[in-house]
């Protein structure tokens, strides 16, 4: 399970506009800004790299401004064929990581968005409680100062490069998750424990 890229964007349809809108300039769809973003492309080769990271904003911008306002949405694109539903996309060569089977998560939160690439494993649970989070945090640490974005934003957000190392362990994400898997494993120990203890008492009526 891998998280690849985590990113904030500001959706051209916000709270105070009509959703994923065309431009009224030409009719032209608008674009997403970079509001934050945290990539990690060591997987990928050192030569394709750039191209990995500018695939990673392409797409990631294409989602947020598709993905209506107050709605979260999950994207799957398997080997070489474009994603679903947004044909414009461009696909990698077969012999990058991110032609492999991986999911774009998104949720739009009235404009604000928060995106994440991970790999085909990954639980979406865990991947919005994740983008649920990140949300949170950011709106805590810059307010509303995202709506008069009109630029990408270049400055590193130290949370979020954080987030992408703390959660690639997806039970870190989600409490419940977390809460679950211990359970799980508590079950496993006891359910072991009642087998043996109870081995010789078995044993003792054959």
């Given at each position: 399970m891998k998280i690849t890229a985590l990113l904030v964007l500001k959706s051209p349809g916000d709270s105070s506009s009509s959703s994923s809108a065309p431009s009224s300039s030409g009719g032209a769809e608008q674009q997403a800004v970079v509001l934050a973003n945290a990539t990690d492309v060591s997987h990928f080769g050192y030569f394709q790299r750039p191209a990995a990271r500018e695939f990673i904003l392409f797409v990631a911008r294409t989602v947020a401004v598709r993905t209506p306002p107050g709605r979260r949405q999950s994207v799957q694109h398997e080997g070489t064929r474009p994603l679903p539903r947004l044909p414009s996309i461009p696909t990698l060569p077969p012999s990058d990581p991110l032609s492999a089977e991986y999911k774009v998560h998104c949720y739009?939160?009235?404009?604000?968005?928060?995106?994440?690439?991970?790999?085909?494993?990954?639980?979406?649970?865990?991947?919005?409680?994740?983008?649920?989070?990140?949300?949170?945090?950011?709106?805590?640490?810059?307010?509303?100062?995202?709506?008069?974005?009109?630029t990408d934003v270049t400055q590193p957000w130290q949370y979020l490069n954080d987030a992408l190392t703390k959660y690639q362990d997806p039970a870190e994400a989600d409490k419940l998750l977390k809460i679950q898997r211990d359970l799980d494993e508590t079950k496993i120990i006891l359910v072991s424990t009642v087998i043996v203890s109870a081995a010789p008492t078995e044993m003792k009526h054959m």
């Open positions: 739009n939160q009235n404009g604000l968005c928060a995106v994440a690439f991970t790999d085909d494993h990954y639980p979406v649970r865990s991947a919005f409680s994740l983008l649920n989070m990140v949300l949170e945090e950011y709106q805590k640490t810059f307010g509303e100062s995202w709506r008069t974005a009109k």
